[in-house]
């Protein structure tokens, strides 16, 4: 297969030591393996996140968004660009619906990146990595790289809200989406497919703001994991993967509860299954360990 | 507290805006809140209500600001807490019938509220929003360290103390998994550009600001 190229987003989370560092390090392994080659848009900045809204109206996030798209319009033209991040790709594609739609946004978003020296032309799409894996691959081509099934390993396929609401993948439901229960499976895992928190908001920025609240979420979150019987927690977004893995101390200390479940990417599973080691799975990452991955890391590949 | 500079400032925006708008709050919302000309949509079914995860912490669910908007109610909806406690999940706005962008709304009228000074005082989220806001704003890219640092430690320093000793255990986690680089507190990564990424986001405001009169 031809290697397949686009300009990465990574995000602020995923840089060199940051929260979501072991998302980066997997998805490297992962793409490896698929032959994806990404390029770092360059000089790319922070999408404003979910949370930054109270410094700005919309003109203002919709400038800084705009940015990312100019840079790789002019530095990596043609290519699609990839987030990893749920945010960074919602708030860049809303950027881009939004100033497709009005012709005065447009203008005035162009009128402010004049400062930078740049210019949004709107010719680049962005896309989330899992967009990239389902439709630029399919599941069976996934599939063909597996070396290692994650045999009798029960995964919570988490999607949580960003990568799910209010855009989506394509063909999926809001309600129940199925793609990561696909994913786990094409990894020769056994996906939990009646979790009933799959799409459960994890409180986002607010875990930090109103702690108590959101830990009310988190819990339902991990206590349904655990009914189902699931091994492990899989997701493809870096603030419900750190919510849902770091904050069940805390929901253990206020619930009297003795929740250690590990809460995995993606992108993790894959470079497990494709035969990456434990460290290029960067499963030295998580707090919670996830021990069953790791046995299956250290394992000899069966083909 | 953050972002409580120019208050003066602040208090004219508001008697500005009173004296223009008089009693037609709907239209200052839908002339000045990020997609404010959405707010006469709305049927009151109240799906958005039930399909909000902090519903049951909202005193004013999202119907009910809509209505109180119609209703002229400017000051109750400016100092409410409510729109403080969305999460941006977006579950609002997939299930809404009418299919108004719920959680930009809910922003933009937290952000107008901000902006005029009527925002409550005693908000954690709106601390957090306006450090978040101030903490990429000055190089380009989000700073955790520094981020959780000024949260910590936004109650002055006895506090922050006790709140980065309550969190020792989980830094010290975030540490071992390479998670966390002390590092980034004397800097941090960035974009190159600062001067543009900077002069944009002005301009930008500038440009806000003046199409919604809000210019000084």
């Known amino acids: 297969m031809a290697k397949k190229e686009y300009a990465f987003y990574p995000g602020c989370t995923s840089h060199y030591r940051g929260s979501a560092s072991n998302y980066l390090v997997s998805v490297e392994s992962m793409c490896k393996t698929l032959d994806v080659k990404l390029t770092e848009i360059p000089d790319w900045n922070c999408c404003g996140a979910s949370v930054s809204y109270a410094g700005s109206g919309e003109l203002a996030r919709h400038v800084i968004n705009a940015r990312n798209f100019a840079l790789a319009e002019r530095d990596l033209p043609g290519q699609d660009i990839v987030a990893t991040c749920a945010a960074c790709w919602l708030n860049a594609r809303e950027t881009k619906e939004q100033l497709g739609a009005s012709a005065q946004l447009l203008a005035d978003t162009n009128e402010a990146l004049k400062e930078a020296g740049l210019q949004y032309r709107g010719e680049s799409e962005v896309r989330h990595m899992v967009e990239v894996l389902i439709e630029d691959f399919g599941y069976e081509a996934l599939g063909e790289k597996v070396v290692k099934p994650l045999e009798g390993v029960k995964f919570a396929g988490y999607v949580g809200c960003q990568t799910n609401r209010p855009f989506g993948i394509a063909g999926e439901s809001f309600e129940n989406p199925m793609y990561l229960d696909r994913l786990v499976e094409t990894m020769g895992g056994e996906a939990l497919t009646k979790y009933e928190q799959k799409v459960t908001c994890c409180g986002g920025a607010l875990a930090v703001s109103e702690p108590e609240k959101s830990q009310k979420q988190i819990k339902d979150i991990v206590e349904s994991a655990y009914d189902h019987g699931a091994d492990m927690i899989v997701t493809p977004c870096p603030l419900c993967q750190a919510n849902v893995e770091i904050y069940q101390a805390d929901v253990n200390r206020k619930y009297g509860t003795k929740f250690n479940m590990p809460v995995t990417y993606y992108s993790q599973l894959m470079t497990v299954a494709y035969g990456g080691s434990a460290k290029e799975a960067a499963l030295d990452g998580q707090i919670i360990r996830a021990t069953k991955l790791e046995e299956i890391a250290a394992k000899p590949a069966k083909k | ?216």
């Not at chain 2, 729109?83 to 709304?105: F, G, H």
């Not at chain 2, 959780?148 to 998994?177: I, N, P, Y």
């Open chain 2, 1 to 216: 507290m953050p972002g409580d500079a120019g208050m003066g400032d602040m208090a004219d925006l508001n008697e500005r805006a009173l004296a223009k708008y008089r009693n037609d709050f709907l239209r200052e919302v839908e002339e000045r809140v990020d997609e404010g000309h959405w707010v006469k949509m709305c049927m009151q079914c109240g799906v958005c209500a039930g399909s909000c995860p902090f519903g049951p912490h909202w005193e004013h669910s999202p119907p009910k600001i809509f209505l109180m908007i119609r209703a002229g109610k400017r000051e109750a909806v400016l100092t409410s807490d409510s729109m403080w406690m969305c999460t941006s999940c977006y579950n609002c706005v997939v299930r809404c019938p009418r299919k108004l962008p719920i959680t930009t709304i809910m922003h933009g009228l937290a952000t107008y509220a901000q902006r005029l000074g009527l925002a409550p005082k005693v908000q954690p989220t709106r601390d957090f929003s306006i450090i978040f806001w101030e903490n990429f704003t000055r190089t380009g890219r989000a700073n955790e360290m520094r981020l959780m640092l000024r949260l910590w430690f936004k109650e002055g320093f006895a506090a922050g103390v006790k709140k980065a000793l309550s969190m020792r255990d989980l830094g010290l986690a975030m540490l071992r998994t390479k998670r966390m680089s002390p590092l980034e507190i004397l800097g941090g990564h960035g974009v190159k550009d600062v001067k543009g990424f900077q002069a944009m986001i002005r301009k930008a405001k500038e440009i806000e600001d003046r199409r919604r009169g809000l210019s000084g």
